[in-house]
């Protein structure tokens, strides 16, 4: 998987993750996408992205909201909350997230050897990391 990818799916469990917590905050609402810098025409690509990967069964379900300047820009549900009982997706479904140390450690190393930050696999890991004693 390339780290770009990676990079964009973590950008959205964090996305998904935060909206519900940025719901409860209430911020207030751009009448329009411009309003806050942002492209109503790229909104719409990331609900249709979103409609297919729920369609093709990639994901039962998510909530994406993107604030910009301290206002809401652009907010919607896709999906189902739980697929069993077929309840829909709502802006307020709380998000159960595992530990998510491994995912952000997992991309931070593959960040740092993409531009070069991790050299040689084969030196000591004492070179790296200091002894617990």
Do not use: H, N, W
């Not at 997706?89 to 595992?98: K, L, S, Y």
């Not at 450690?105 to 070179?127: D, F, V, Y």
Request: with cysteine; aromatic share 4%; hydrophobic share 45%.
């Amino acid at each position: 998987m390339k780290i770009r990818t990676m990079a964009k799916m973590v950008a959205a469990t964090l996305a998904v993750a935060g909206a519900t917590a940025l719901a409860a905050q209430e911020l207030p609402r751009a009448a329009r996408p411009e309003e806050v810098g942002l492209s109503a025409a790229r909104l719409q690509r990331l609900s249709d992205r979103m409609k297919l990967g729920v369609d093709k069964g990639e994901i039962p379900g998510a909530v994406v909201l993107v604030a910009r300047r301290g206002k809401v820009a652009y907010q919607e549900s896709f999906g189902l909350r739980d697929p069993d009982t077929r309840a829909p997706m709502r802006a307020d479904t709380v998000f159960r997230i595992a530990s998510m140390t491994k995912p952000f450690t997992s991309l931070a190393i593959m960040m740092l050897a993409e531009e070069g930050g991790c050299r040689s696999p084969t030196r000591p890991r004492s070179t790296f990391l200091r002894s617990r004693t």
